[in-house]
C-alpha cells in the first residue's frame, strides 16, 4: 500500500446503498466520507467520530439483525467487504476477486452475503459466515449485474447490466440457483439502465431507471407487480420503500409519492440529483446531494402527510469541490459555489472560509504563507490574507479583473520559500505573468499562449521549471508549449491525442522532469533539456470510460500521481513503469491534486465535495 487516507475533510460522499440512520438517536446518521464511515450529528451540526472503514470508497452499508444481535455489513469499490457490530466494531473483512462492488445482500437467516461487482466481466460473489463470524468466499457466479437480492427461499434476485451497444433497449431481470449460478427464471423490460433498488418489509423490490421508468416486483413469487413512468425530471439515483409507498426524488425539487401505480403526493426538496435517501426514526426524512447532509421533518395532518418542512442540513463545499493547494499542514481548496475554506491536516472541522461571487476552479497558496490567490471564472482574481482573523463567510472583493482575457483556469507561483511572480492561464487561452510586492500585483506580460481570436483554446495548466527561468502551458488544443519568463515561446510539445489536462514539472530523484496528461488517458514524460518524449504511462487498463484530469510528480522522488475523471488515484514509479497504487478515492470527478513537499502528503478534490489528505509510504525512496 503506496497511500493511506490519514484525513478526509467534507460531509459524505454517499451512492448507492451507502447510509445507515442510527435507530436510537432521531438527528444521527452514519455515512461514507471517502473510504472512512463517518457519523454526523444534523442538529448538533456536529461529527461526531469517524473511522477507517476500507482502503478505497466506501460503496455499500447494509444491516440484518442475526442470532449473535444487530450486524453491520460494508463493502468498497475495491471489493473489500467487512462485518462490523452495532457500534462499529470490526469483526471480520474480506478482499474479493472483483472491483467495482456496489450491491450487497443478507439472506433471511442472515448466515450469507451476496455481494455483486461489475468490472472484468463482473460476478456474484457469495460469502459465508461462520459460527465464529469469520467471512469465507463460498462461490463466485460469473455474470455483469447492477443489483442483487437474496429472496425468501434462498435464491438470487438479480438485475442485469444493460448492454449498451444493443439496438434493443431492455433490462433484463431473473431468478438465479446460487448453487450454480443457472437461471430458474427470467424476464425483460423495456427500456434499460438500472439506477437505484430499494426493498420493502414485504419482500417486494422497486427497481427505478433510466427515463423515470419505476418496476416493482415481487421477490416470493418473481412476478412483476405493476410499472409506472414516475413524472418529473432527473434520474432517481436512490428509492424510499415502505410498505406500499414508494418515495420517487427528481432533479427540479420534486418528490414523488407513489402507491401501487400513482403518485398520490408532491413533496418539496432541495433542487438537485438526490444520491441518497432514507426515512427517519421519526417524521423525518434524511437526504444528500452535492455535498449536504440534510434532515427534512413531514408535516402531517389527519395522519396523513402532507409536506416537508425545513429541519437541518450540514455542507462545506457545495457544487464541486475545484482547485486544492497546501502549506505546512495547511490545506485550501475551493468549488463552483465560490467558497474558499481552510482545513489544518489533522482537523476536520475548516479554519476558515471566505465567499467570493463566482465559481473558482483554482486555488493557489503563495509559499512563504502569506496568503492565497484565488481565480474566479469570471475573470476576477482575488487575494485572500493569511493573518487576517474572523474572516468566516466573508466575501472578498477583487484586486484586479482579467474579463477580456477569459475566466482563470489555472495559477501557479514560482518556486522558492519567497516567491514573487504568478503564472495564469485563462479560458480563452492567454497566459499572464504578474509580480506581487508590497501587497499588489503588477503586470509582467500578458499573451494568448494557445488557439487565436477566431478559435480560442482554453490554458488547463500552467507550471514553472526548477529554475523559474521557463514556463509550460497545457492546453485544450492537445498541445504543450514552453516559454521564458518574458513570454518568448521556445518549444511545442505534440502527441497527446486529445486535450492536455495537466502540466507539472519537477527535480525528481534523478533528473528533472516534465511531465504532461490528457484526456486521451496517458502521461507524457519529457526531457526538459531538449523537450524529447522520455516515456508514456497510460490508465486504459481501468474497464470504463474516462479522462485524466490532474497530475502531480514527487519533489525529490521518483513517483507520479494522476486522478481521473470518475474519482480514481494512480501512482506510479515513472522510472520502472510499474503502478504502485491505483483506486476509486472519489465518488466524482477529481477536481485537484497536489503533492506536499514539505510533509510529503497527496491532496486530492473532487465534484462529490470531498477532500482527501493521504499519507505517502516512503519506502520507495530507497529502491
Request: contains cysteine; glycine residues 8%; proline residues 2%.
Amino acid at each position: 500500500m503506496v497511500l493511506s487516507v490519514s484525513s478526509s475533510f467534507g460531509v459524505s460522499t454517499s451512492r448507492y446503498n451507502s447510509c445507515l440512520i442510527v435507530e436510537t438517536e432521531p438527528f444521527q446518521i452514519d455515512v461514507p466520507l471517502g473510504c472512512l464511515i463517518t457519523r454526523w450529528d444534523v442538529k448538533l451540526q456536529k461529527r461526531l467520530w469517524s473511522i477507517k472503514g476500507h482502503t478505497d470508497l466506501v460503496t455499500c452499508m447494509i444491516r440484518k439483525e442475526t442470532k449473535q444481535g444487530w450486524r453491520r455489513l460494508t463493502t468498497s469499490h475495491g471489493g473489500e467487504v467487512a462485518l462490523w457490530t452495532s457500534d462499529w466494531k470490526k469483526i471480520s473483512q474480506i478482499q474479493l476477486p472483483c472491483k467495482k462492488a456496489l450491491s450487497a445482500s443478507f439472506t433471511k437467516d442472515g448466515s450469507r452475503i451476496a455481494v455483486a461487482s461489475e468490472f472484468f466481466g463482473g460476478k456474484i460473489c457469495i460469502i459465508r459466515i461462520d459460527a465464529s463470524e469469520q467471512l469465507h468466499l463460498e462461490k463466485e457466479l460469473i455474470g455483469e449485474y447492477d443489483a442483487v437480492e437474496w429472496t425468501p427461499d434462498d435464491q438470487l434476485f438479480v438485475v442485469h447490466a444493460s448492454d449498451s451497444k444493443a439496438k434493443i433497449h431492455q433490462t433484463q431481470v431473473s431468478l438465479i440457483d446460487p448453487s450454480d449460478g443457472s437461471t430458474i427464471n427470467h424476464t425483460f423490460l423495456d427500456g434499460r439502465g438500472m439506477v437505484a433498488l430499494a426493498r420493502n418489509e414485504n419482500d417486494m423490490v422497486a427497481i427505478a431507471r433510466m427515463g423515470r421508468l419505476l418496476d416493482v416486483f415481487n421477490l416470493k413469487t418473481f412476478q412483476l407487480e405493476w410499472s409506472l413512468k414516475v413524472p418529473g425530471s432527473g434520474t432517481m439515483h436512490c428509492l424510499v420503500f415502505s410498505q406500499d409507498e414508494i418515495l420517487c426524488p427528481g432533479d427540479n425539487g420534486q418528490l414523488s409519492l407513489v402507491k401501487r401505480d400513482k403518485v398520490i403526493s408532491t413533496f418539496k426538496i432541495p433542487s438537485g440529483s438526490v444520491d441518497f435517501m432514507s426515512r427517519g426514526v421519526d417524521q423525518g426524512l434524511w437526504l444528500t446531494n452535492a455535498g449536504n447532509l440534510i434532515y427534512l421533518n413531514f408535516q402531517v395532518e389527519n395522519q396523513v402527510e402532507s409536506g416537508l418542512e425545513e429541519g437541518y442540513d450540514i455542507s462545506y463545499h457545495v457544487m464541486t469541490c475545484c482547485g486544492a493547494d497546501s502549506h505546512g499542514n495547511k490545506i485550501v481548496t475551493g468549488d463552483f459555489g465560490g467558497n474558499v475554506i481552510l482545513w489544518d491536516y489533522e482537523n476536520h472541522r475548516p479554519l476558515r472560509q471566505c465567499h467570493v461571487p463566482t465559481s473558482v476552479r483554482s486555488v493557489a497558496w503563495e509559499s512563504s504563507g502569506k496568503g492565497v490567490v484565488i481565480g474566479g471564472l469570471d475573470g476576477d482574481l482575488y487575494w485572500w490574507e493569511n493573518q487576517l482573523e474572523n474572516q468566516l463567510e466573508n466575501q472578498l472583493e477583487p484586486i484586479f479583473k482579467l474579463k477580456e482575457q477569459g475566466g482563470i483556469t489555472c495559477l501557479r507561483w514560482e518556486h522558492g520559500e519567497n516567491p514573487t511572480k504568478i503564472a495564469i492561464g485563462t479560458t480563452q487561452g492567454f497566459l499572464s505573468i504578474y509580480t506581487f510586492q508590497d501587497g499588489d500585483f503588477k503586470l509582467n506580460f500578458s499573451q494568448r499562449a494557445h488557439g487565436n481570436s477566431d478559435s480560442q483554446m482554453e490554458v488547463w495548466s500552467v507550471c514553472w521549471s526548477p529554475d523559474n527561468l521557463r514556463l509550460a502551458t497545457a492546453s485544450e488544443d492537445f498541445n504543450l508549449k514552453i516559454w521564458d519568463s518574458h513570454g518568448k515561446q521556445l518549444a511545442l510539445l505534440e502527441g497527446h491525442t486529445a486535450a492536455v489536462t495537466c502540466v507539472d514539472w519537477r527535480l525528481t530523484f534523478q533528473v528533472e522532469i516534465l511531465a504532461s496528461c490528457s484526456d486521451d488517458r496517458s502521461i507524457r514524460l519529457w526531457d526538459s533539456k531538449n523537450f524529447q518524449l522520455i516515456k508514456i504511462l497510460d490508465t486504459h487498463h481501468l474497464p470504463e470510460w474516462h479522462t485524466i484530469t490532474y497530475m502531480a510528480l514527487e519533489d525529490g522522488g521518483r513517483r507520479i500521481a494522476c486522478s481521473t475523471q470518475n474519482g480514481y488515484i494512480f501512482v506510479w514509479d515513472f522510472e520502472s513503469g510499474k503502478i504502485l497504487f491505483s483506486e476509486k478515492m472519489h465518488s466524482g470527478s477529481v477536481e485537484g491534486l497536489q503533492w506536499n513537499k514539505k510533509l510529503g502528503f497527496l491532496v486530492s478534490c473532487a465534484s462529490d465535495c470531498s477532500v482527501n489528505v493521504y499519507a505517502v509510504d516512503q519506502l520507495v525512496h530507497k529502491l
